[in-house]
């Protein structure tokens, strides 16, 4: 249907025409479009329904509620998306009260009607198990996400295929997915780097035959239940000042996803210059970095956020948003204090906000050939990278002074690449959305 078709189709009151005239116009002509959307809106379209709430809950001076309103009428309505919002809205508390029972509901609905988003956050729960049946729950709803055009899932999938994790073995289905992973400018883990996985030729045949397997009953998505996000052995490290190593702290999956959720957010990291206050690029720290803005703390971001909470003791309005860090070869951070020092105007104002930064917290998202150790000189401490290993450490004193033995560096990378996700935590309420 050509533009002028849709024109008139909308213009007879047709609510799903106008929505897609919508679509068509909004990077063309804003007024128009906006026009559109709210006449398929005051017909409670509920696509239209969804994009206005979303847009509202997006704007930079948000109307929360009413944006609330616009996702639950569209959920009402059966549209999956909105349901899938409407979850992460309710893990995360943001314009609501915190109901993981409700956010599961919506969650269950969402994946059961199909939502990519939902199906791979489902699989990323039941992933975090090692009972078989599980595995294959994951596999399957990994599948049928990547089925979906959902790019964070290639490589689960691709990963499960090549391994057999809750399923069988399936090296050319496996590199047909790898190879859409790459395209879709995603670093590769491991299974890329398989002498074997080199030597298959993908089979697109094979892995659209598997999906469509996968696809045939959507709606029969099993139960699940929240992971446990606690209970995690701790190494002690060093008494004074205390540092913590926890293993296994996230499984690779959500090491893949913190590294493939972060990509387009990276740029250059910034250090805070003493002599003018200004973040500015400096040679001492030459890795990029980038924070996940709070649009995109959906339900895989919660579950790696609440371990986080759970394993540094400390409540959720005190921490601040999560950072994924990249250093490539030859790249480091040299020596530093993660603590605030009170002499540039920025740093002044960190403390008002938040107060000190009085816990450290990081997890190595990959491991690599050589280098990029964490050193902390003056204890004598170096820790080698390791998939899913946490560090903690506090940065002051039991008086809230800064403790100047945490000085560390991130060492230079030698070979390959390192990844991390670091959350620090602040002694008061940090007043941001969860």
Known sequence: MDISELRSLAASGNSEAQYHLYMQLRGQSSDEARDWLKKSVDQGFPPALYESGAAELAAESPNVQSGLKLIEDAAEAGFAAADYHLACLKVHAYGCDQDLDSAKTHLMCAA??????????????????????????????????AAAGYPLAFEPTARRLAEGIGTAVEPGAAKFWLDLARRAGYPVSPVSESTAMKTVNADAARAEELAALACQNPGSVPELDWPETTGFGQEVVCESPRIVQIGNMLSEDECTHL????????????????????????????????????????????????????????????????????????????????????????????????????????????ELPAGGETEFPELGIRITPKRGLAVIFSNCHEDGSPDQRTLHASRPVESGEKWLAVKWFRQSDTNKPL
């Open 259 to 366: 590294v493939n959720a972060a990509q387009p957010h990276l740029r250059r990291s910034f250090i805070v210059r003493p002599d003018t206050g200004e973040p500015s690029p400096h040679p001492m720290r030459t890795s990029h970095d980038g924070a996940l803005p709070w649009q995109y703390h959906d339900i895989p971001y919660y579950l790696i956020n609440q371990r986080y909470y759970d394993a540094a003791g400390m409540p959720q309005s005190h921490g601040e948003d999560m950072s994924v860090i990249h250093y490539g070869q030859g790249e480091e951070y040299k020596l530093h204090y993660d603590f605030f020092e009170a002499g540039s105007e920025d740093e002044r104002a960190r403390l008002e906000e938040g107060g000190q930064r009085v816990i450290s917290m990081f997890t190595y998202l990959n």
């Open 112 to 145: 059961r009607a199909g939502d990519p988003n939902a199906l791979y956050a489902a699989a990323m729960m039941f992933a975090r198990s090692d009972q078989d049946a599980a595995r294959v729950n994951a596999f399957t709803l990994y599948q049928s996400a």
